[in-house]
């Protein structure tokens, strides 16, 4: 067994084909999980019941769904451009999918001579390709408005581009502090030493301070975090940012055309894409998959799985707080969310960029007139 | 190095496969008569720079573009043509010029010039160490390269001031 994982795992194709499959089965289990625990929670927060029948407590019903939009009758309109509305929620997932490979999820495991990393892919530039990624996330929702051939629709991919233009803005902004602050703890005083790789931001993140206290950046970088968290709300369309797909005043907004199987690749999307940008904050705030081990308590392969079961928990610490805002916050107006993003974020995220930098290189550096 | 060495080499079906995808989706941006389309495949050619970029090893150019051109400009175009005239099937305004073939002359003898001038430059020697790291870039940029990288940050600022003194309201009306 242990020979034959060395073997797969030296070669890097079979090494990439085999993460990218596991990735891709996380994910879809995630999801799975992840529609019923929203839906459980906003049943609770409104003294229901939420879904009971399919399996223990409704666990299936996401499953049951999922068949129901498979078999169900896909509606296409005549008007609609039909290349570009088929592709459109192909477009959604791509992103989706392609953010996750950067993302560490446990520690590295050495299985006889290899190491193997629980990582799709470590690029040197992790930080710049999840911005990059997420920006492309726009596109599904814009063609599938344009293509639909419908006005709710179009209205609904109108204000998709000016919302994740915006917020784009305030989130590249603020994940400015993080990379130099990890560029900071690696290179100490010297400068030119710097990293936007993921892995090593989360090592960065090892240690305590003041006894008890995780290095954790969220304590250095609480600001960055909090633009962060509103900004990845936005980004994710999810409410109270939702005007994308506002149903008291676009009917569903993008998707009112698509049924079936194709809306079903929109939603499962909308949960992917939420569940990235949570991993994202736990990776570069949370310490990723930093947690105790207990490596002389435990047995060894517990020990081994603990890591991706603290990198789990802290992501669906976050997930939570993405339901509990959908089920307590009143939908923006249009109005109201463009000033936030451009007259409240951004000037905050900048603001905060040019403090963090002035503080660290004091500390770093002393006062400008001492030397 | 005849035609048939090159084609071996695994690198360059890659580079040609790409650049081919690449030019294929230019000329369609400008000959297509749907705006919407024109977008999309100029899409398509900026992540085949991109890929271009990836294959040299220049990643953070190469995300930085994803970033700034895909993510940002063809998005904002994309605004542009959805709140003024967002075309269903046939455009009814003609996507056409009346001085198309002096255009497609400048585009040529542009091509022309660049690949001559990059043949010229460096031959068939082999470039050993590009600029590969965001570190090699930012020390670049901030050293050598530093007069060319003010003078662009200060265009973009009149470009910004300009954009702003377009958009505002007249106070006395």
């Known amino acids: 067994m242990t020979g034959f994982v060395e073997r797969v795992f030296d070669n890097v194709w079979l090494a990439a084909l085999v993460k990218v499959v596991a990735v891709f089965a996380l994910l879809l289990v995630v999801v799975i999980l992840l529609v019923w625990i929203e839906r459980k929670l906003v049943a609770d927060m409104q003294n229901r019941l939420g879904p009971m029948r399919a399996g223990p407590f409704g666990v299936l019903q996401t499953l049951a769904d999922g068949l129901k939009l498979l078999l169900k009758e896909s509606v296409i309109p005549r008007k609609a451009e039909l290349g570009v509305y088929m592709a459109a929620p192909i477009m ?97 005083e010297v400068p030119l030493i710097g990293t936007m790789s993921l892995s090593q931001i989360v090592e960065l993140q090892q240690g305590a301070f003041r006894g008890f206290v995780p290095g954790w950046f969220v304590f250095w970088l609480a600001p960055s975090f909090i633009i962060f968290m509103i900004a990845a709300v936005a980004e994710a369309n999810r409410a109270p940012f939702d005007l994308v797909e506002a149903e008291t005043e676009l009917v569903g907004g993008f998707h009112t055309e698509y049924s079936g199987f194709r809306f079903a690749l929109f939603f499962l999307a909308e949960y992917l894409n939420m569940f990235n940008l949570s991993a994202i904050a736990v990776t570069l705030f949370f310490g990723g998959w930093l947690g105790p081990t207990w490596p002389e308590v435990l047995p060894g392969w517990i020990s081994a799985l603990l890591p991706i079961v603290w990198f789990l928990a802290k992501t669906f610490v976050l997930l939570f707080v993405f339901i509990w805002l959908r089920a307590t916050l009143p939908r923006l107006r249009y109005d109201q969310l463009m000033n936030l993003g451009w007259k409240r974020l951004i000037p905050a995220s900048l603001a905060w960029l040019v403090l963090f930098t002035v503080v660290t290189a004091w500390r770093a550096w002393g006062a400008p007139w001492s030397s | 190095m005849s035609f048939t060495d090159w084609i071996t080499d695994a690198r360059n079906v890659v580079f040609l496969v790409i650049a081919l995808v690449m030019v294929g989706a230019a000329v369609v941006v400008v000959a297509t008569r749907n705006v919407v389309h024109a977008a999309l495949t100029l899409v398509v050619a900026l992540a085949g720079s991109a890929a271009l970029f990836v294959m040299l090893g220049a990643e953070f150019v190469a995300w930085t573009v994803v970033l700034v051109y895909i993510g940002a400009v063809v998005v904002l175009f994309l605004f542009g043509i959805m709140i003024t005239r967002a075309p269903i099937g046939r455009d009814s305004v003609r996507l056409d010029h009346v001085r198309r073939w002096p255009a497609a002359l400048i585009a040529a003898s542009v091509f022309g010039v660049m690949a001559w001038s990059t043949t010229a430059a460096f031959g068939g020697e082999e470039i050993s160490d590009g600029v590969l790291k965001a570190e090699n870039i930012g020390d670049l940029l901030f050293s050598r390269y530093v007069i060319p990288f003010e003078a662009v940050s200060f265009v973009l600022l009149a470009a910004l001031v300009g954009g702003i003194v377009l958009a505002r309201k007249d106070p006395d009306r």
């Open chain 1, 92 to 188: 959604a997932l791509i992103p989706a999918f392609l953010i996750f490979l950067v993302i560490p999820i446990g520690e590295p495991v050495t299985v006889g001579g290899t190491t193997i990393t629980l990582q799709g892919m470590d690029l040197n530039v992790g930080v710049l390709y999840l911005l990059a990624m997420s920006s492309l996330a726009v596109y599904a929702i814009v063609f599938a408005g344009w293509a639909s051939g419908s006005k709710y629709p179009l209205l609904g991919g109108v204000r998709a581009t000016a919302q994740m233009i915006s917020y784009e803005a305030a989130m590249g902004l603020a994940l400015v502090p993080v990379v130099l602050f990890a560029s900071h703890r690696l290179g100490g």
